[in-house]
Structures are given as C-alpha cells and as structure tokens.
C-alpha cells in the first residue's frame, strides 16, 4: 500500500464566533479570531489517498485527476471566500480548521474510487494545522 | 554598508473595491478578489534597513528593536482584522499589496533612526509579492 | 477525532558528547557533532495533540494557549541557551534531538488536558528531524 | 521509541509510459507526464526510522550514516540521471513516485541494522508526494 | 514605483552540451549536467513588474493577468517538456538558467504594457537560482 | 549581465558580546544574544556573483565550482563550530550576521575570477537576514 498526497491552496477569511454564547464568552474563547470583520488566511490542503499501485499505471490514483477533484469540489467553493457567508456547505459552523477538515472529508470521502480517503490535513498557516482522519 | 531585513507575519482579510466604479468595472478590474464579504491571506512583512554596522555593537540596528516596532506601529494594527473596515490609516485606500506596502513605509520611515528604511517588502502569498522602496 | 499542531521556534547551541567515553570513541561517535565548543541549530518543535472537538467551540484546544503553554514550559528555559550548560531539565543528558524530544514530552505530557498529547516532532535542520509519541 | 528522518535531494528526469499501451491509452493514463522526451524534478526522498535510542549515544541511529547510506545507496545512482534509460535497479519499471518509493524501500531495508526502516517519502514537488512504509 | 512579483512553476527537463566541443571538454565543463538522456528539475519562475499603481485600482498590474501571461508565454510551452528537444524558442541554445532566464525576457519584455518588465529570476533548485534584468 | 546565486548552509554557535562593555551594557545592547554559554543558528548563505554567459558554455559560472568554493573557504572552517572560539578570520570580531557576511566577501572577493562577486547574503533564520554588497 503507497500514500498519495496532493497540496492545494485557497484564500479565504473566516470569523470564529458561537452566536449562542455572550460577547465576554466569545472573546474569552476565541480571542483575535473572534473579531466583528473577520480575518483571513492562504490555507494549504492536503489530501491523501492510500491504495495498491497496479501494475500497469504504476499509480495509486492519478495525481491529476485528484487535483481536479479538490479544486472542483473544495477550492472552487471556497477560494476567494468568506467561509461564515459564502460557502453553503459550512452553514451553521463554526468555520474553525479542524471543523473544515471535517467537511472537506465528509465531501470527498464518497468520491474517492478505486482507492481509499486516508486523511486531510488543513494549514491555516505554516505554525497552526490539523488533520482528520476519518476516525 | 549593510542591509538588515526583519520578517514578520499577520493574518487579514480585504476586498478589493472601488466605490466609484460599476460592479462590472470592479468585477472585471479585481476579478474574485472584489467578492462582497472579502477574502484573506497571510500576510508576510520583510522591512529592509541599511546603514554602517558601528565597530562596538556590529549591528546596524538591534533586530530585535526593529522586531518590536514593526510589532508595535503596524503587526498590532492588522492582524486577525479586516483591512477595509478595521485599519484607521487605510481608510479610503484600496487595500491592495501595493498601497498597503506604502502605507507601512509611510508609517515606518519616520521612526528609523540611526539608520536608513531601505524596502519595505509584502507577501499576499507566496506566489504574488511586492516591494516599495520610497521611489 | 482530529489532530491539531502548533509549530515553535527556538535558537539554541548543544554539544554532542559522553563524558564516559574516550575522545577517540566520542569522535568516532558524534563526529562534528562533539566539537568542544558546541556548534547551534535553528530548532523547530511541532506539537500534536489528537481529541474530539466540541460543537461549541469547533476547537479540539484553542491553539493560541498551546502556543502559550509551549512558550513558559519550553521556548522560554531553551531559547538561547547552551543545551548542555543553562538548560536544567536536561542536565545528565546527552541533548541530542531524540533525548529533547522525549524530555519535551515528559514536560509536556501533564500540562495538556482536556485531549491528549500524541507527538512531539523536533527539527534541528530541514534536512534532519524526529518525532517522538510516547511509545 | 523514536522516529527519526533524514531528507536528501536529487534532481532526475523521466517518462510515465507503458510500452504494452497504446498512445491514446498512455496519453489519456499519465497526461503531460508520458512527453516522448521527458521531463523532470528536483526530488526529496525522506527516509525515517524507528528505534531506541541507546543511554549512552542519545541516538536512534547517526543521522550522518543514515544520509551517507542514502547518498551513496540512492542518490549517486539517481541523481542527474534519465530514471528509464540510467538506473539499473528501475528497468522494467514505469518510473512513478510511488514506484521509486518501493524501489528505494527495497534497497534500503537490508542495510538499516539495529533499527527498523519506517517510511519513505519521497516528493516530486512541493504538492505532489507519496509514502510508502512496507504494508 | 513599486516592483511586483509574480512566482509560477513548470517541470522540465534539460542536457547541458555544446556540440561542437569534444565528450571530454563536455565532461569538463557541465559534468553530471552533460547526461546523455538528461535530468530534471522543478523550476520556478519570477516575474517582477515595476510601475506606479493608478490612484483608482491601486495595483500596477493585475497580478492575475501576469500570471495569465506567464502561463500562456512560458509555462504552456515548457511544462512537461525537455528543454533541447521540445522547445521552439530555445533551439539553438544551450538551456543553462542563464539562456533560459534572458529567453523568457526577450518573449515577455514586449507583451508588458502600461508598467515595465523589471527582473526574470529563475530557481533550477531551491540552491541555484539566477537573475536577468536586461541589463 | 546575469546574476547566480548558490545557497549553502552550515550550523554554528555564536555570543554577542563586547569585552570592552559592562555586563549591563553588554545585555541592554545585545538582550538574550549575549547568553554566556552562546546559542546556535542553521545559517544560510546565499552567494550571488555577477557576469556575462559566454555563448559557448552559456554559464556566468559553473555553480558547481561556486558551490565548491563556498564549501572549501567558508562552510569547512564555520559548520558545527562556536564561531567566537573556533574560527581564525572571526577573531577580535563580534560575530553578528552584519560582521560576518563582511568577513565572507572578503574571503570570496579575490577568488572569484572571470566574473564580479555580486552579494553576500547571510540568514540567521528565515525572519533574519543581513546582505553586503561590498558598498
């Protein structure tokens, strides 16, 4: 079994804030993050699928075909986005990386084929990341 | 003569608007970037000083005082904020790389001393970057 | 189940040596590594801690606090320091990455509540790392 | 017990071509990757691997043998070379990144003595990357 | 006047030879770069534009119509493909970063209006790189 | 005229301290850098010579000969050294990154023939970095 990774990069800006809690509760959490405009980040994704290499392609998956799926399924949807207004599938979420990583896994983990969804792993920046496997 | 550079980093978000125009003249200039509710980056800084390292302390200037005023006069003032809504000294000013780029030069010149503000150099991502010498 | 990861630097200067050994078999041992006067690296440590977020918060851990705790317990007793002289934690141990490593956790371990620690990952240099996760 | 990783380079071309194909059944498997005249990479093969690390060494094993293991088990045979006309030990073989990684495993899990080899990871680019461990 | 830069990549692959020189003097001067079949490289390519940013868009040039330009001049015809063989434009030459740097100059210098065409830097690895500036 | 560059790295161990100062001079000027014990840096040097590619070899400079005269007169006599104790054209200096890239040129200038040393540019870490230009 060999573990494929592809990187992909979007630009989006997010606000943490839970609209069931108090102003003083929200800031206690989250802090800088919490503020009324949002912020933002280059995110990284890393996607990576697990499977057998067949003999004739030599490829677990072609790298390619992967990147067209994350960039129509994920980076079309939120690049160049506000994650709390613009993106459908984030509705109702708090839009924190390891909610994201959730998602991105929950969308495509049934189109991946012929190979497995292993983990996705998100970078809001080079010193704070997550990774969701699944389990 | 020697030139020191100090990088530093923040998180924002910005939308690039011109309220004076259409929205198919601002579509068509700021493309994704003119998304209503913005979108963000991480933000690098590398602020460039030059001048005569004195035979005592062989260092142009302290690092690390470079550090804290890049801290103090800018770093404090964007990060984890909205550049059109949040920054009183862009106000007015489409927040793109290259007039914010000035606006720190502007705002750093007058407090180098003992030294020469040289560059100020702004990452949006790593893939699209400017610099600003005072040209 | 989702992993999160804070990324902390520190400046430091170690010595690789036994003091029970030969000089001959420290050289043939630790090679450069062992020069009397100790040589230094641009550390980098990446925390792991693994747990389930809440639906409140969205956050496995704020990593903001991470970093905080990452900062008093380590960053702040290694930072510019000499490994084998200033460092008291590692007195009697031979600093080498995968005994700091280990000595990180052992640190750390205690401190992390609420979810748990899974790895400690340390670069001395891009080219050279180790992770250590209490096995 | 601790991992431990090494990272080496090497710059290399190759062709993703099945000879048992047809053209439209390669071009339309490996795209631009089956160019008749090839094309190439700055490859990073990170080799890891788990241990104890002994009282009186402090180390899994010599980073320094490990990357002199590499270079001269993988990286002299690789390194400026075509991967389909130059390395012996890939004749046969269609040259993917997962492939070489298995290849590279192959040669690599005889020579780690006193420890266990437990991954290789190896980059075709900063995006595109696979890992084998054995499984 | 502000510089802005724009980074794009393409994968390729090259031979350093000059044919009328012997195989010796060959050796001599390229030596692992002489490779008969060829090696690679992940080359990355910067361009920067210098230009003063109109008061009402506040940019010197659309960073995204530079990379549009990058792409369909340069990448389109590089990407994937072995420098001596498959390149039109490079006929002749012998593909060191240098002729390949003043190359992508001479076709891009002409296509930059409204701002000037500053710098070429090219990266053949993240150790070599090389700049053209027209001069 | 082209510019090249190589990028080399080396690990060493330095104090700020002027013996000419007192103790709380020596700490209000160079704060947590005059650690008696030192402390260490993965340095950078990036080495950028200037010159015109003759058309027979298309190279200002063969960088592999660069990168051996990098190693044989700088990184042989800094790599894994205390650069205060162990390094002979270092003594008498405060070894700051401004000192120490004057100290590189000099030892580089007479050497390069048939082209211009261009830059020294010295990375204490990825956010600190000085460069001499001979100027």
Not at 22 to 47: A, D, P, Q
Not at 93 to 120: G, Y
Request: charged share 25%.
């Amino acid at each position: 079994m060999v573990y494929i990774t592809r990187k992909e990069h979007f630009s989006a800006s997010h606000r943490l804030h839970n609209p069931n809690w108090s102003e003083s509760k929200n800031t206690e959490t989250f802090g800088k993050c919490n503020n009324l405009n949002g912020h933002g980040h280059n995110y990284e994704i890393e996607v990576t699928v697990a499977g057998d290499p067949p003999k004739e392609s030599g490829m677990v998956m072609d790298l390619k075909k992967l990147s067209d799926l994350i960039d129509a399924e994920i980076i079309e949807r939120v690049d160049h986005k506000h994650m709390n207004h613009d993106v459908d599938f984030l509705k109702g979420v708090i839009p924190t990386a390891e909610n994201m990583a959730i998602a991105f896994w929950n969308i495509l983990k049934p189109k991946i084929q012929h190979a497995r969804l292993f983990s996705i792993k998100l970078y809001e920046s080079p010193n704070n990341f997550v990774e969701y496997r699944g389990e």
